[in-house]
């Protein structure tokens, strides 16, 4: 990524358990392919967040959508999947703090959905295994306990009360698609 200019970057600090979060996931070891061992494996989440909020140049939403005329400045976008799917806040709440945000998923070959309500959120989905067979995650359990501590919850039930909370994301995103 380029270096942002000195005006935006404040705006593109990431919340400290973000980067608690990053430091676990920078550490962790990938899977091996190991049939008669599968529990050796251990917990290992495909997502590698940024360093910092992509500005919304980087973060190229005109050329996601098809469409010249929406910028994604709407979006703080913090990492991506080895697929290349991208996670981000959703600015959508005025004058709430970036980390009570909901946070969006956007594939990397289209569709869109909202992941969490809040970063607080996603820090007990990252705990409990992000993404299809994930395993729970200790580390990460700890990072959700200490900034989130009454929020536990299960990821269906997250991606729940997001969905309750933003029924119109994914409809929204499509009307901007080209």
């Known amino acids: 990524m380029t270096s942002p200019s000195n ?4 705006e593109l600090i990431l919340p400290v358990a973000l980067t608690e979060l990053a430091q676990v996931l920078y550490t962790q070891e990938p899977p091996y392919d190991d049939e008669d061992n599968p529990d050796e494996q251990g917990p290992y989440i495909d997502f590698e967040p940024y360093e910092r909020f992509m500005t919304p140049d980087e973060f190229a939403f005109g050329s996601w959508t098809g469409n010249d005329e929406v910028d994604g400045s709407e979006f703080r976008v913090f990492g991506s999947t080895g697929a290349g799917d991208k996670l981000g806040f959703w600015l959508v709440r005025p004058g709430v703090p970036v ?9 990397s070959e289209g569709g869109a959905s909202v992941m969490a ?9 990252f705990a409990n295994g992000f993404l299809y067979d994930a395993q729970p995650n ?5 990072i959700a306990e ?6 536990r919850r299960s990821n269906e039930e997250i ?6 909370e933003f029924p119109g994301f994914s409809a929204y995103i499509t009307s901007l698609c080209r």
Request: charged share 30%; glycine share 6%.
């Open 117 to 125: 309500c809040d970063l607080g959120d996603l820090l007990w989905y």
């Open 146 to 151: 200490h900034h989130a501590p009454e929020r």
């Open 159 to 164: 991606e729940a009360a997001a969905e309750a």
């Open 7 to 10: 005006e935006t970057s404040k």
């Open 99 to 107: 980390d009570e945000q909901p946070v969006v998923h956007f594939g």
């Open 138 to 142: 200790e580390a990460l359990r700890l």
